[in-house]
């Protein structure tokens, strides 16, 4: 009976070891890279968000992306920001309530989407933005602050439209009127590349399971006021249950990867695009 006990007790043990390590990880040490897992967790859709006060505003940026979208424009963007072609600097002019200007609201800290080197903007969405300012006959003025802000900041009028790879959402309809989408977008995880915890997973189910698996010593990096953040802590709205985590926000995701990095926290959950220019900018630098 002794043994039977002891053998029991040692099953026991096996399993919790097995379950904590698949909730969490290794955060001890510092890895040399991160990996993708290439599983869309999400569906969603990118849209620029328009002050209410304008509504001719939005018939021209819905024509716009309605242009781009059908002759080619567009898939030209994404083509040089998703195959290393050459980049165009996007700058930004001084506001001047004397001129007749488009003000952006961004965060530029969202690449491919939108980031800036040097003085300088860079992203899909940047350069739709001096497209769309080019079309309305405007000067453009780019607005840089946290993500969180830009829909406010809209709706405050202190800027014309919101663009930051702004997915839409009920309650930002608050804020802004949304355009017609231009993007479909989905949430994805960043793991160290020593993390072998999802090798194994084929589909969202598979890795909402060893997430719900886990308790609050697992922690999760997202980009403050982002999908990664309603999906991590749940938001009704969008039906997401949410985990049994510690949700950890940053001002960018790219942040969030390096405190990863440095055994912090044991994910990120950021959307597709932004996930692997981040994994490709820290894997290049090995």
């Known amino acids: 009976m002794k043994m ?32 993708v ?13 328009v002050d209410k006060n304008q509504p001719e505003l939005l018939e021209q940026a819905n024509a716009y992306i309605a242009q781009i979208l059908s002759d080619g424009t567009f898939n030209a963007i994404c083509e040089k920001y998703f195959s290393s072609g050459d980049l165009e600097p996007i ?3 001084k506001p001047d309530s004397g001129k007749d200007q488009l003000i952006v609201a961004t965060n530029a800290a969202f690449e491919p989407f939108e980031y800036l080197l040097g003085e300088n903007y860079y992203g899909i969405d940047m350069e739709i933005a001096k497209g769309f300012a080019e079309y309305l006959g ?12 830009v829909c406010l900041s809209v709706s405050q009028g202190k800027c014309d439209i919101a663009m ?16 017609m989408p231009y993007y479909q977008a989905s949430q994805m995880i960043l793991v160290r590349d020593d993390d072998t915890t999802m ?27 982002t999908t990664g953040q309603y999906y991590t802590e749940g938001d009704e709205g969008w039906d997401f249950a949410g985990f ?4 950890v926000g940053y001002k960018s995701g790219a942040l969030a990867a390096q405190d990863m ?5 044991n994910y990120v959950i950021i959307d597709e695009d932004p996930a692997n220019d981040i994994a490709n900018a820290i894997n290049g630098g090995k």
């Open 4 to 35: 039977k006990k002891i053998a029991a007790m040692l099953c026991a043990l096996i399993l919790l070891v097995t379950l904590l390590t698949a909730c969490g990880g290794e955060t001890a040490g510092q890895a040399k890279g991160v990996k």
């Open 138 to 149: 405007k000067e453009l003025v780019i607005m840089n602050m946290d993500f969180d802000a």
């Open 199 to 225: 090798t194994d997973c084929k589909t969202a189910q598979d890795v909402e399971a060893i997430l719900n698996a886990c308790d609050k010593s697992t922690k999760i990096g997202v980009q403050l006021g």
């Open 91 to 93: 700058v930004s002019a």
């Open 261 to 265: 990095l440095n055994g912090n926290i």
């Open 37 to 49: 897992i290439p599983i869309p967790l999400t569906e969603e859709e990118y849209a620029f968000g």
């Open 164 to 179: 930051a790879g702004l997915t839409v959402k009920e309650d930002r309809k608050e804020f802004v009127d949304f355009t």
């Open 244 to 247: 049994p985590v510690t949700c």
